[in-house]
């Protein structure tokens, strides 16, 4: 059977790059084939995208050496509107291709332009609605309204819609909860097994291999260091890189990195204090009757599904939302006392769409606006960005001052964003997803960085890494529908059984998190361990656990 896509030994450089961004790659997609390709941050996995949907060298100005053909055809000799016929791409960022004024517009744009019946466009947008499970109020929603994940998906639904040959996803599950991040995967797994083809791109490989790859192609610095079949990937792939099953994990015990949570400390006053709040945007509430007082000194997690409210119970510490009913308090004050320049020294905010906090020409020029601006000493500016880049892990990447901000790969972009809150010497720092599009080394290695710094004393982070939060937390909160359905350490969490649901269950009632290997690993051991293993250091206990004899 004819390839749908082919890449034959393709170098790209692109014009602003002193070395090739991928040298050599081979790759062949075939109708029926769902295809992992995985790799580190920068490795390449997005140049190969853009070479599989024409975006290069029709879009990005580059050097193409090789051969790139799609339907049989050489994408230099197609525009980008014929490949996209074939190919049908899902971007990290999902912000860019969401352009309609509600969900149900965005998602028959593209049938729109390709001049369908009305009739045919909305039993499309139906048909893929009921797939992905999304309901008639989120149908009707506006998309300026949605959340990240809101975005990825409904991002997603659109290139369903349009039923191209060969979808491509990048990092497709870096803003979606467990649950919808199963839809998304169980939708591309349909779509292969009905006769199409898929190539996602992603490093949570842990949530991929239930939809069984057929290959993996693993890129590390531009290269192909491997080509096969899942289970040789398993064995021989960088658990540092990649997040790993945890199956594997014990597996492959003798391999892993060591990860060392945060030293405990004691929480102190209340920082950030919810009385009975109804909070959101203009008239409209997102959150309500939230009562909880978070305090300065603590690392806490706050997890739920999409759409949950999860963002907007921290944008009230930013003062990015508005207290409808209630009050809510920053270390004492009333958050309508506060001046902006006050709460950006006493909370830094790293955004989900990093591009909120971007918009200078340099990257010299966004890490020193703030320091500037809140009048720090001539060097002060000059050496308070260098310590930030190097916390986030980009101050080794070449020229990184002088590049344009939105060059740079979206993750990224991420860890710059966070650099810049850095910059502000906050004593509290808001991460929303802050290892969403990160591979395991990168995320490791900031927030290794991020909870190792002085004079950070607290730390709230959002996220649907789940493991993720278990250990790296002293305190869990989970949001649902609006509203805060529990509060407690991670082990109390994980004990709470009736929070949790497994696959594949949608989850009723409180059962609003998705249960995984890890989780139930946690169970079995000792209730007196309140503190949770990181997951190489559980894996490695119970890996010697079963080696033992008996």
């Given amino acids: 059977m004819s390839a749908l896509a082919t890449l034959r030994d393709v170098t790209v450089t692109y014009r602003t ?44 100005r580059a050097e193409v050496t090789g051969s790139i053909q799609v339907d049989g055809t050489d994408t230099t000799t197609s525009t980008i509107r014929d490949i996209a016929h074939t190919v049908g791409t899902l ?61 990825q998906l409904v991002a997603f639904a659109g290139i369903l819609a349009l039923q191209p040959k060969l979808i491509i996803a990048d990092e497709p599950l870096a803003n979606l909860d467990p649950d919808a991040a199963d839809q998304v995967l169980r939708a591309l797994r349909r779509h292969v097994d009905n006769g199409g083809a898929a190539v996602v791109i992603e490093h949570r490989v842990d949530d991929v291999v239930p939809i069984a790859p057929d290959r993996v192609l693993y890129l590390d610095n531009g290269l192909t260091t491997y080509t096969g079949d899942l289970a040789g990937f398993l064995r021989t792939a960088d658990p540092g890189t990649v997040k790993l099953p945890f199956d594997a994990l014990i597996a492959r015990a003798a391999d892993l990195p060591t990860q060392r949570p945060a030293t405990p400390v004691e929480a102190g006053f209340s920082l950030l204090r919810y009385d009975g709040a109804t909070i959101g945007y203009g008239s409209a509430p997102i959150l309500s009757d939230i009562d909880a007082d978070l305090l300065a000194g603590q690392h806490i997690a706050v997890l739920g599904r999409n759409g949950a409210g999860k963002s907007t119970l921290l944008r009230a510490a930013v003062g990015l939302v508005q207290v409808l009913e209630g009050r809510v308090t920053l270390a004492g004050r009333e958050m309508a006392d506060y001046r902006a320049t006050e709460l950006t020294a006493l909370c830094g905010y790293l955004f989900q769409n990093p591009a909120q906090a971007l918009f200078a020409g340099t990257v010299d020029d966004e890490l020193a606006f703030g320091p500037r601006n809140l009048g720090f000493e001539d060097a002060e500016i000059r050496t308070v960005p260098a310590e930030a880049l190097a916390a986030v892990g980009l101050s080794d990447v070449h020229d990184i001052g002088g590049r344009a901000p939105r060059t740079l790969s979206f993750g990224e972009q991420r860890r710059l964003a966070l650099a810049l809150a850095l910059t502000l010497r906050p004593r509290t720092l808001i991460l929303d997803e802050p290892t969403a599009g990160q591979d395991e080394r990168s995320a490791t290695h900031f927030l290794d960085a991020i909870w190792a710094l002085p004079d950070i004393e607290s730390i709230y982070f959002i996220t649907h890494d789940i493991d993720l939060a278990l250990w790296r937390s002293d305190r869990v909160i989970v949001v649902d529908d609006g509203r805060l359905v529990a509060d407690g350490t991670p082990r109390q969490i994980v004990d709470d059984t009736t929070l949790w649901h497994a696959e594949p269950d949608p989850g009723t009632g409180r059962a609003v998190l998705r249960e995984t290997a890890y989780v139930r690993a946690v169970r079995s051991i000792s209730p007196l361990e309140e503190r949770i293993p990181p997951p190489h250091e559980l894996a490695r206990q119970l890996s010697r656990s079963t080696a033992a004899p008996r």
């Fill in 17 to 60: 790059a002193n070395r090739p961004a991928i040298t050599g790659v081979n790759l062949a997609v075939h109708p029926g084939e769902l295809i992992l390709i995985a790799g580190p941050s920068g490795c390449g996995k997005s140049t190969v995208m853009r070479a599989l949907n024409g975006l290069v060298p029709h879009a990005y």
């Fill in 91 to 151: 971007l990290q960022n999902p912000a860019k291709q969401v352009v309609g004024h509600s969900v149900l517009a965005d998602i028959a744009f593209g049938l729109e332009n390709r001049g369908l019946p009305a009739a045919q466009i909305l039993d499309r947008v139906h048909d893929v609605a009921d797939a992905l499970q999304i309901g008639s109020a989120l149908l009707d929603a506006a998309t300026h309204e949605l959340s990240g994940g809101q975005l």
